[in-house]
């Protein structure tokens, strides 16, 4: 079996890729900062709650997922929710949990939950922050401890949210159109 190899030989030419890319591609999106400068405690982190608040990183529409940070200052049950498909989570300050796992997701850690999984996220008492980076795939829908609805929340509930709050600070529309695709 024949491998490619992941570098340019010295004897070759560094040249970009001369074709044109794929037809009604959208455009990529670059953020620098996101572990430092995105943390920063300014007007741009979305308020959900009083103590709970989420920074979007991009918001698209056409696959049905959203990227965010998620701050939550201060502790006790944030959610109980169900996940209509998987969600990848880092967390960058703190650590939570869910009441229904043994496992605790911490500064550095990473964390995958599938489709389906139904759980109770809890910030402990001695953490006064917590940040964490989650990539949701899909949906989740809130629920009581039966599992009967509450309500829902999806990328078009972000991208409402974010354009109100965007709104209020008097930010052109451009702003959010540049992270939707």
């Known amino acids: 079996m024949h491998t490619v190899a992941a570098r340019v030989r010295p004897d070759e030419q560094v040249v970009a890729y001369q ?14 900062g996101v572990m430092t400068d995105w943390l920063a405690d300014d007007d741009l982190w979305v308020p959900a709650t ?3 608040s989420f920074k ?6 056409s696959q049905g ?3 965010n940070l998620l701050r939550v200052r201060g502790s006790g049950v944030v959610s109980r929710h169900r996940h209509s498909g998987a969600v990848h989570a880092m967390v960058l300050k703190g650590r939570w949990y869910y009441l229904e796992h ?10 995958f939950e599938p489709a389906g999984e139904t759980h109770t996220l809890y910030v402990p008492d001695d953490v006064p922050e917590m940040v964490t ?4 795939t899909g949906g989740y829908t809130y629920v009581d401890p039966q599992g009967i609805a509450q309500g829902y929340e999806d990328v078009f509930t972000k ?3 974010t354009r ?11 702003r959010l159109e540049a992270i939707i695709r």
């Open 56 to 61: 979007p990183l991009i918001l698209n529409a």
């Open 164 to 174: 109100k709050h965007y709104a209020s600070l008097g930010l052109p529309a451009e």
């Open 65 to 67: 997922y959203y990227v």
């Open 19 to 32: 074709l044109p890319q794929a037809p009604f591609m959208s455009k990529d999106l670059v953020h620098g």
């Open 102 to 111: 043994d496992w605790v997701a911490e500064q550095g850690g990473y964390a």
């Open 50 to 52: 009083s103590t709970v």
């Open 133 to 136: 980076w989650f990539h949701v």
């Open 159 to 161: 991208i409402e949210a």
